[in-house]
Structures are given as C-alpha cells and as structure tokens.
C-alpha cells in the first residue's frame, strides 16, 4: 500500500499501473522527438530483422525500425481512442443525467433508441460504416464515438437516477432549482467515481476496438500505422515469430491491461464516491 | 400469474421486433444515404452517362429512399435479399453455406466455453479470496484486456508454430476425418473460448458474490449451511436471471470475435463474407450480414430476458 | 447456576472504508443463564447486533475476534473449526433476524427455509420437520398454518414473515435464540401480536434469549434482564424492573429520561381564530397518472383536508401506507395533486414547484426523516446551508458567510463545521444541518417527515427541543409527520390520524390517549409500547378491531 494523500491509499499493482499509463501518454506526446528512425523510412534491408543493437525492436516486413513505429502507433492508438472515449462519456454522461432529471417520456424515448443502437454489435457497425464512407482519422473517432456513447448513457443515467431518488435532489427540487444546477452541484458531484472508472473500461475497449479495425484493415490507413496496423502489417511474420509481430501486441495489453489493473485498484473511495 | 409472464414475455418480443426494425433502419440508412455511388463503383469511371441512368434504373435507384426501404425490409422478411453487386449471385445463396459454417464454430464454441465458464465462475465465487479464485481473476482480466486478434495470434504461436499440434489455417467443407475436422476447428474454437469465457467468468463471478452479500445468504449461514450449500441451494437460483444475462451478453461477443477469428483462420463463414464484401464495397451483401448478425444478438438478448422472467419467483404462481 | 452464554472480555475490530482499523466492541463481558431473556439495548453503533451475532462464532464482513472468549455450553466458539461452527448454529443457538423480509430467500418456498435447519443437521426426517413447523405455525398464531409454508416470501405480510423466521429459529429446539431488532421493521399495531407470539414460545419452550433492540420500551416486555450499552463498552446491567424504575448510569437515565412526557403545547389556543397558515381542501392525489374517472390510477390520498393555524403544529400519525408522506409531497408541490387544493396564507398554491413562484417556494420547507439521504454527501455543510440564502435571498460573499454562521448558531452546531462534508457528522448533526437548510429560506411554514425516527432516543429528544426553541423564536409552524405519538405528543397542539390515505380523526394532541373516539385511532394509540415491564401482559384490546385494520 502505498500512499496519494487525502488519506487515500493505492496498492502497489495500482502505482505501477498508474506509471505505464503515464509512459504511454508521454511516448504518445512526445514521439516525434523521441524516435531514434524516421518511422516510414527503410532503414535495413533485411525484413523481418531480428533485435540488434542499432534496431532494438528489430525491423518490419520493409525493413522499417520497428521501434520508431511502434512510438508513433502510440499517437494513433492513445490519441484517437482517447478523443473518442472522451466524446462518448461527454456526450453519455450528460444525455444520461439529463434523462434521469428530466425523467418521464424524453427518458423513455431516448432510452428505447439508445437501446436499439445499443444492440448492434460494435464491430459490425464499424465495419458497415467503413465500408460505406472508407475510413479517415475524424471518421474513426466518430464511429468509435457512436459505438461508445450508449453505453456511457446507459451507464451514467443508471447512476444518475439512483443519486436522483435521494431525498437532497428532492430537498433542491422543492427549493425551486433548475435542471443545470441539479445536474452539475447534486448529481454530477456523486457520480464522479463510477463515470470515471467507466471512462477507464470504455478506454480499453475502444483501444481494443480500434485495433480489431486496424487488424482487419479498417482503421487506420497507410502510411499511417495505429498498433493494431502494425500487427496486420506484419502478420506475414507470425510463423517465425518475428518481432515485428510480437510487440506491437505487446504495447497494446501493456496498456490496457495496466487501465484494468488500475481501476480494480483504484481506491475504494473513488470507485464508490456515488455512495453516501 | 401465469398470464402476467405470458404478457411480460410478448412484451419483450415486441420490443425487439421493434428494435429491429430501428435496427434495419440505421443499416440502410448508413450503406444507402452516404456519399459514394454504387452504380459508379460498378461500371467505374469511364462509363458513360446512358449506361449509369439505365443501371440505376435496373436497380430501382432511381426510386425515392423511403420506397426502397420498404422493398428491402419486405425482401428481407421473404427471404430475397437481394443480388450481390459484384459476383452478380443472389445474396441468399451466397449466405447460406456460409452461415451454415459460422453456427456450426459459434455452437461448437458455445459447447465448450459455457459450462467451462458458468464452472469456473461460481468455482471462484464459492471460494472467493483463495489462490483458485486470484488465479482465475488475473487470467480473465488478462484475456479481457487484449484484442481478440492476439489471442488468436497467441494460440497459433503456441499450438502451430512451436508445438506444431495443429494448423494454423482452417477451411471447413473438405473434411476426410473426424480428427482431420478437429483439428480444422480446434484453432478458432480455442481461440473464441477463451474470449468469451473470459467475460462470462467475470460476470458469473460478480452475480454469485453479489447474491451471497444479501441478508438471505446471511441467514442461511447463520442456520449452519455450508459454504456448497450456500453457493448451490440459496445463491444460484437466485442469480439465475444475472448469470442468463451474462452468458447472453458473451455470446454476443462471440458475434465481434467471429470476425477475426474468421478472417485470421481463414474460416469460411459469414463474418469473413462480410469482410470481404466490405473490402468490395458490395453493398446487398453487407445489409444482410449486418442484418444477420443484429437478429443473432437480438435473439440472445431475448432469450436472457425471458429466462431472467423465468427465473424471478415472485412471477411464479 | 452455570451460564448458557457466556462472553468474557470481547474484543472485535472492524476497518473502515477508508482502511483504518476501529475496535467496535471493547472488553465487553456478560452471561446469559438457561432460560433467561437477555436485552441487549443502544443506539446504532452500540455494536449490540456485534455481540448477538458473537454468540454464533459470527462477525460481519469486515470484522474480526481480536480477542476474549465467546463460550457456549461451556465450548470457546472463537477458536472453533468453521465445520464446527457451523454444526453449533441453528440447533444450540439460532438467529431471528431484523428484517424478514430481507431475510427469506425470495425463490424458495417458506416451508423449505423454516425446515432447512433439520434438513442441514439431520435433525429429523423432513415429514416429521413439516409437521413441527406446522405446530410452530399455530402455536405463532400465524394464519392457514397448514397450507401457509406452500407460499413464498413476496405471498405474506411482513408481521408474518416475521413470526415464520421465527418458526425457522425454533424448528432445530436450540437453547439459545437470538432476536435482532425482529419489531423494528413493524407497524406498532403488528409489533404486539408478534411481541405475544415471541414470549410464549419462549416461555413455553423455557429457552433462553438475547434480544437485540433500540426501543427500551419494546425490551421492557420481554427481557428478564437488560445489559445497556454504548461505544462498544457495557454502561450498565440489572433486571428489568431496576433499569427501568431505578437506574443508575447516568447514560441510562439519560435514556429513560427522553421517554418521559413534554409539554406538547407550545402556544395556548386563543379565542380569536386568526386565519390559518395552512389549508388544505379535499386534495386526492397518487401515481400512475390520471384514470378516465378524474382520480390517479395508484391512488395514495383521498379527500384529505387540513388546516394550520400560525405559530402551532399540527401532527399527522398514520402507519406506513397510510400516505401522511405523500401529503407532505402534494403540499411541497413535488407531486402535483389530481383535485383540490392547497393554500398558504390564504393564497392558493399551485400544485407544481414549476407553476409556483420563487416567494411561494420559499414560504414552505420541507426536512426528512433519513439526515444521511437528505444532505450531498460531497458538498461540504456551509455551501448546503448557503445554498438557500443564495437561492432565495440573493446573499454572495461576506453576506452569506455570516448568515451561515448566524444558522449554525441557531441550529447549535460550532460554526467551524462548515468546512466538514457530512460524512463526517454524526446522526443528530446531521439533522441539525438538516434542519438549518431549511430555516435559511425564511419560511413559515416547515414540513417534518419524520425528522426524529432515525434517530437514538436522546439524540431525538434534543432535535426536538430545539424544533420547540427555534419556533419560539422564529414564530414557525409545523406540519409533523410520525408514525410515532410520543414525539408527535411532545411538540403537537393538534393530531391528524390518517388511515389508508383517508383522514380518520382530528383532536387535540394533549388529549390523545384519552380522547381518541375512532375505532382505528384507539387501536393505534393503545399499541405503542410503554416503558412499562407489566404494558404488554396487561394490554387488552378489541379482536374484531384488531382483525378490522390490523394488517399482519
């Protein structure tokens, strides 16, 4: 256990998830400096190289480094990902608490249609969206977007409605108050925890949607290479285990597997704030 | 009673009758009122302006949104869907085989991964905190974290390339023997399983823990029940409707991994039909597979619903 | 005589949410002699339910033995094997929980859940088990004793559900029964046939007890002895008939004290009517929205009309159901009322916050029963009680923060608590702040739902005298809403009782215990429990009445 103040503690695990995801936010910034190849550039002639000293990753199926390619994938994967995870809470989370104040028929129509977006499976949308309009970074993020942002509804506006059924939103309701103060200084305040924990999970599955697109060739487009392309790129060299194929993966469980492990040990006193 | 169940369960069909038909929208709207002309695609840039107009009108083009719409729904609900703009077939046939195949790796997996998973779940539960449950904990957030496509590169890497036990490629059809099938199969199946049960396990896990926090299990501890007893008599049928609900949503993920398992083994199914189609941009063919694939799921959200009906006693006489 | 029980020097620790490590029960020792009812009596926190639960070799989640000896028949059930533990519980001793309700297994039925006991020990086969519980059912005075364990939770009452955990209890014959606050969950008129049903059975079974309550006067019907405690330490023992009529603790009168009856009326009744501050006429409102006929579809208050002279209180007693809460709701305006209306001063109200204007909002405050629901867990105490000023009168800066500090005096809460968020204030701060939320609007007129009943006896009746100050000093009016008369009696001129949403009787609340004329109203007043060790052998009351609004 180690200590963030505020009396909070986080587990070790925790810490050192945080770290990953803090290296990958600053490699995802600062790639361009850091890169010791110009990524689209051959710089070997052997494909499919081994790790050396001077390619530490070894080099992909053109003979690129792959070590300047993964750096700059982190661009694509964090940015994007994180552009539309941001987007899809913003939008969830205010639409969600917006119904569970409001409540009534807008609730119920909203909810209906949410639903029924909610049940076509996020792959398969993505795919049809791409086959009708290709694919292009501010598509990407909006179709992740839309993906996302029933969920984040359905999430939000579940908490919502149990922080609305409190007897202080009733007390501000019978004070005269109006939508935007309930929502911003009664409900939002109480569900802060939960909405952020959730914004972590939907993280994870956007970067994993992200790089099933890419995989199949849907996501981000050459020259551009997110992880998830880096791997299809190179998946010629998955019978002899190529590097070129192995840690791309790699970079993607390394951060999404430290966002799980850190909101299963977030404090409790974050993951719970909804409760009184 | 009896009735308010029977009421309850034409409820939910109705809903996703209703859903479905919101569904079908939202697919024809996205493949047929976005920019990018099919006619154009098919007779490619060079065609003249006669040869467009008489294609368009062919392919009843021409005709306002709203009326092609309504054809197509009635297609679909006939079972005319259409022919493929690229290799000129009917969309039904070219499906048929293919769905064939993909329920088959669906049902197989299916088999496989839920009695393991529901098993290991409530395995966890019942011994919530020991080393088995910290064990199972990491092993599913760890699949859970990682995009199927690794999984899938991870089994191959493992069962082709180092232990060499079985392919790393699958075509279902010219099968000779039962062994020559399996080993067809073992690869996507291994690899869905693990996805799915992952989900599966969690859920079940958390539904179990959940139930055995109530008053009631509490009570049934302080009657002197065992910690199976408790799991198996007063925790179980109570999570019943949860747990119906979880494996209903991981099936349905079974649906996301199909599609890279099909395309990374090279599986003759639906998900890899519709891939291809996407990469030719053959419109007919994507509704009906987006189609296919949104009534899949459907049909499963359905089911868990009306077990959780089922399941709840103060619905029962 | 040897004991039964025994626990010697009881050490439990619990953590926290916040991971810090307490010690909830600290050196606590008492006995329990074979066939003696032990009461375990204190406010929440007391760690009484703690102790009781020791008794089996149990602690909640969370909690821990640190050290002491819990011995049972002679045997330490500390140290025991979870196996041997578990083969003591349900037949040696057995639990009566709180909450029945909570407590079945909704997908079971009864009958399988009161014979579980014998099925888990081997008691006995399940024939002979049926025909026992069927015994324990008529000798509970439960209904179709023969057919009613065929039913599932959801099919019975909760009076009943009650008297069948009782059965569940008494099914493996153990020596030793534990009840857990098993009334508290009750309506008063159910409470006393389920007080009867528990005192026979253990009389007739000569078992012992240890009975877990809050309520002395509850305690004072059934205990031989009483073991009162406080912070997890044992103020004081002795026989029932001592702690009532002579206790020595200064905590314990203390507790006794808060029983005693107050000066209800705070203003005396003048001849000159002056207009009222409240009226209601003929309001009839519910959920589910309008049916064809004019009346809501779940209708919840039928013709209810009331009015409220200034500077008086008029109480509203009723049991749960009978929508004394829901009629402070049409007068907030949070549930617009399907016909009738409500006045203020005179002036007639709209039925809707939207449709009233912000003065209109202002006049008329509403406090609730649970402080702990009622107040923003993350907003700290001066920005809630500042809240009001802002909103209403339009206060910002050095204004406001003085008139916070002004409420915080009024209130007697240290004006430094402004900083604090109201997780950590006690129960009776709470309300406090609870309390001066609402004053900072200025109104005339507040409504109470319930404001004590949450609350420890002697936490309540300081709440309550500071309602009766504040109202000599601000001229307020109540509108006080309880289940419970005592509180009603000690700070109402005049008792509306609501039954099933209708009014029954209104009187003065001074003459309440005498001159209640409705047939319901007698029943309710007779059946709350008075510290009195002799009330409950003592108390007669009509059978056909009791059949007729009863709902057990």
């Given at each position: 256990m180690v200590r963030i103040g505020l009396g909070m503690r986080i587990s070790a695990l925790g810490l050192a998830s945080a770290v990953v995801i803090a290296f990958w936010g600053l490699v995802a910034i600062l790639a361009p400096l850091i890169v010791p190849y110009d990524p689209g550039k051959i710089v070997d002639y052997d494909y499919f190289g081994p790790m050396t000293e001077d390619f530490l990753l070894g080099t992909d199926y053109l003979g690129r480094d792959m070590l300047s390619r993964i750096l700059m994938g982190a661009r694509y994967t964090v940015g994007i990902s994180l552009a539309a995870v941001s987007l899809a809470c913003f939008l969830g989370v205010t639409l969600g608490m917006v119904a569970a104040v409001i409540g009534g028929l807008l609730d119920q129509v909203l909810s209906r249609v949410i639903d029924a977006f909610n049940s076509i499976p996020s792959k398969l949308f993505g795919l049809v969206v791409v086959a009708a309009v290709g694919s292009s970074l501010p598509v990407l993020v909006l179709t992740l977007t839309a993906i996302y942002t029933p969920g984040s509804y359905r999430f939000a506006?579940?908490?919502?409605?149990?922080?609305?059924?409190?007897?202080?939103?009733?007390?501000?309701?019978?004070?005269?108050?109006?939508?935007?103060?309930?929502?911003?200084?009664?409900?939002?305040?109480?569900?802060?925890?939960?909405?952020?924990?959730?914004?972590?999970?939907?993280f994870v599955f956007i970067v994993l949607l992200l790089s099933g697109l890419s995989f199949?060739?849907?996501?981000?487009?050459?020259?551009?290479?997110?992880?998830?392309?880096?791997?299809?790129?190179?998946?010629?060299?998955?019978?002899?285990?190529?590097?070129?194929?192995?840690?791309?993966?790699?970079?993607?469980?390394?951060?999404?597997?430290?966002?799980?492990?850190?909101?299963?040990?977030?404090?409790?006193?974050?993951?719970?704030?909804?409760?009184? | 009673m009896n009735l308010l169940i029977a009421r309850m369960i034409l409820q939910r069909m109705g809903i996703v009758l209703l859903t479905l038909l919101i569904v079908s929208f939202a697919v024809f709207a996205v493949t047929e009122l976005l920019p990018g002309d099919v006619v154009e695609i098919l007779l490619g840039q060079s065609a003249t302006p006669e040869a467009v107009a008489g294609l368009r009108a062919a392919m009843h083009l021409d005709e306002p949104a709203v009326i092609r719409f309504v054809k197509w729904l009635g297609g679909l609900a006939t079972g005319d869907l259409g022919i493929s703009y690229v290799n000129k077939l009917g969309v039904a046939e070219l499906i048929e085989g293919r769905l064939f195949n993909t329920l088959k790796l669906g049902g197989v997996t299916a088999l496989f991964a839920v009695p393991l998973a529901l098993g290991l779940g409530i395995m966890a539960a019942m011994f919530q905190g020991s080393v088995f449950d910290r064990v199972v904990s990491a092993a599913t957030v760890t699949v859970i974290s990682v995009p199927e496509f690794m999984v899938a590169t991870a089994a191959v890497l493992i069962f082709a390339v180092y232990l060499k036990w079985l392919p790393a490629l699958s075509l279902a059809g010219d099968v000779g023997s039962i062994g020559e099938l399996l080993r067809n199969?073992?690869?996507?199946?291994?690899?869905?399983?693990?996805?799915?049960?992952?989900?599966?396990?969690?859920?079940?896990?958390?539904?179990?823990?959940?139930?055995?926090?109530?008053?009631?299990?509490?009570?049934?501890?302080?009657?002197?029940?065992?910690?199976?007893?408790?799991?198996?008599?007063?925790?179980?049928?109570?999570?019943?409707?949860?747990?119906?609900?979880?494996?209903?949503?991981?099936?349905s993920y079974l649906l996301g991994g199909v599609i890279i398992v099909e395309t990374i083994f090279n599986y003759p199914g639906v998900a890899k039909l519709m891939v291809d189609a996407v990469a030719t941009r053959d419109l007919p063919l994507i509704q009906s597979c987006a189609?296919?694939?949104?009534?899949?799921?459907?049909?499963?959200?359905?089911?868990?619903?009306?077990?959780?009906?089922?399941?709840?006693?103060?619905?029962?006489? | 005589m040897t004991p039964l029980a025994s626990i010697r020097d009881l050490r439990i620790g619990a953590v926290t949410d916040a991971g810090r490590e307490v010690e909830i029960i600290r050196g606590v020792s008492l006995d329990v002699a074979p066939g003696e009812v032990v009461a375990l009596i204190g406010e929440s926190?007391?760690?009484?339910?703690?102790?009781?639960?020791?008794?089996?070799?149990?602690?909640?989640?969370?909690?821990?033995?640190?050290?002491?000896?819990?011995?049972?028949?002679?045997?330490?059930?500390?140290?025991?094997?979870?196996?041997?533990?578990?083969?003591?519980?349900?037949?040696?001793?057995?639990?009566?929980?709180?909450?029945?309700?909570?407590?079945?297994?909704?997908?079971?039925?009864?009958?399988?859940?009161?014979?579980e006991v014998a099925r888990i020990h081997r008691l006995m086969p399940p024939e002979a088990a049926r025909r026992k519980a069927v015994d324990l059912f008529r000798a509970l005075a439960l209904p179709d004793p023969d057919t009613i364990g065929d039913r599932y939770p959801h099919q019975v009452s909760g009076g009943q559900l009650q008297r069948l955990s009782a059965a569940m209890a008494l099914i493996g014959d153990p020596r030793l029964i534990i009840f857990d606050e098993p009334t508290t969950a009750l309506d008063v008129t159910t409470q006393i046939e389920v007080l009867r049903a528990f005192k026979s059975v253990i009389r007739g079974g000569a078992m012992a007890g240890v009975y877990v309550s809050h309520d002395l006067a509850v305690v004072a019907q059934i205990a031989d002895r009483i073991v009162v405690l406080k912070d997890g330490e044992v103020q004081e023992e002795g026989t029932s008939d001592q702690i009532i009529?002579?206790?020595?603790?200064?905590?314990?009168?203390?507790?006794?004290?808060?029983?005693?009856?107050?000066?209800?009326?705070?203003?005396?009744?003048?001849?000159?009517?002056?207009?009222?501050?409240?009226?209601?006429?003929?309001?009839?409102?519910?959920?589910?929205?309008?049916?064809?006929?004019?009346?809501?579809?779940?209708?919840?208050?039928?013709?209810?009309?009331?009015?409220?002279?200034?500077?008086?209180?008029?109480?509203?007693?009723g049991e749960s159901g009978s929508g004394k809460s829901t009629l402070a709701r049409c007068i907030a305006g949070l549930l617009p009322p399907a016909r009738g209306t409500i006045s203020l001063a005179g002036r007639t109200l709209a039925p809707g916050t939207h449709g009233r204007s912000k003065d209109d909002l202002r006049r008329v405050q509403i406090v609730f029963q649970l402080a702990d629901t009622a107040l923003n867990p993350n907003r700290p105490v001066g920005r809630i009680v500042g809240r009001p000023v802002t909103f209403y009168h339009g206060l910002h800066g050095a204004e406001l923060e003085a008139r916070v500090d002004a409420l915080l005096d009024m209130v007697r809460l240290p004006r430094a608590m402004k900083y604090r968020l109201p997780g950590e204030l006690s129960g009776g701060q709470k309300q406090r702040v609870n309390l001066a939320r609402a004053l900072a609007a200025e109104p005339e007129l507040i409504l109470c739902d319930e404001v004590t009943s949450a609350l420890d006896t002697v936490v309540a009746a300081a709440v309550l005298d500071l309602l009766r100050e504040l109202q000599r000093e601000l001229g307020l009016s109540y509108l006080f809403i309880s289940h419970d008369l005592s509180t009603v009696e000690a700070i109402c001129d005049d008792v509306m009782v609501m039954y099933q949403g209708e009014t029954v009787e209104r009187m003065a609340a001074a003459r309440m215990r005498v001159g209640a004329e409705h047939p319901?109203?007698?029943?309710?007043?007779?059946?709350?429990?008075?510290?009195?060790?002799?009330?409950?052998?003592?108390?007669?009351?009509?059978?056909?009445?009791?059949?007729?609004?009863?709902?057990?």
């Open positions: 506006r579940a908490l919502a409605v149990n922080i609305n059924a409190m007897d202080f939103v009733t007390v501000a309701r019978a004070r005269g108050e109006g939508l935007i103060y309930l929502i911003r200084e009664e409900i939002l305040p109480n569900i802060v925890g939960p909405v952020l924990a959730d914004f972590g999970l939907r199949l060739g849907l996501g981000v487009q050459p020259p551009y290479a997110d992880w998830g392309a880096l791997v299809q790129e190179n998946i010629g060299g998955l019978p002899f285990g190529a590097p070129a194929v192995i840690f791309p993966s790699v970079a993607i469980a390394s951060l999404t597997i430290a966002v799980n492990m850190l909101i299963d040990n977030l404090p409790r006193r974050i993951r719970d704030r909804s409760a009184p | 199969f073992a690869m996507p199946v291994i690899t869905l399983t693990f996805v799915i049960s992952a989900q599966m396990i969690r859920m079940t896990r958390a539904s179990v823990i959940d139930t055995l926090n109530t008053p009631y299990c509490e009570m049934a501890l302080l009657k002197g029940a065992s910690r199976v007893r408790l799991v198996l008599v007063h925790a179980l049928p109570n999570a019943l409707g949860a747990i119906a609900n979880a494996v209903a949503l991981s099936l189609m296919i694939f949104c009534f899949g799921f459907l049909m499963l959200i359905m089911i868990a619903d009306i077990v959780a009906i089922l399941a709840n006693p103060r619905l029962r006489g | 926190g007391s760690g009484k339910t703690t102790i009781a639960l020791s008794l089996m070799g149990y602690t909640r989640p969370g909690c821990r033995i640190e050290s002491g000896a819990v011995l049972l028949d002679g045997t330490d059930v500390v140290g025991l094997s979870p196996r041997a533990r578990a083969a003591i519980r349900g037949r040696t001793v057995a639990y009566v929980p709180q909450s029945a309700a909570a407590a079945f297994n909704p997908s079971k039925r009864l009958m399988d859940q009161v014979i009529n002579a206790p020595a603790h200064p905590y314990t009168r203390e507790l006794i004290a808060a029983f005693e009856p107050r000066s209800g009326a705070v203003t005396p009744g003048s001849d000159v009517e002056p207009a009222p501050v409240l009226e209601v006429r003929d309001l009839t409102a519910g959920y589910g929205g309008i049916g064809a006929d004019g009346l809501p579809r779940v209708p919840v208050l039928r013709d209810v009309a009331l009015r409220l002279l200034p500077g008086r209180n008029l109480g509203v007693i319901y109203s007698r029943l309710l007043i007779s059946s709350v429990p008075r510290l009195d060790t002799g009330w409950l052998d003592g108390l007669e009351q009509d059978a056909e009445l009791v059949a007729q609004f009863a709902r057990r």
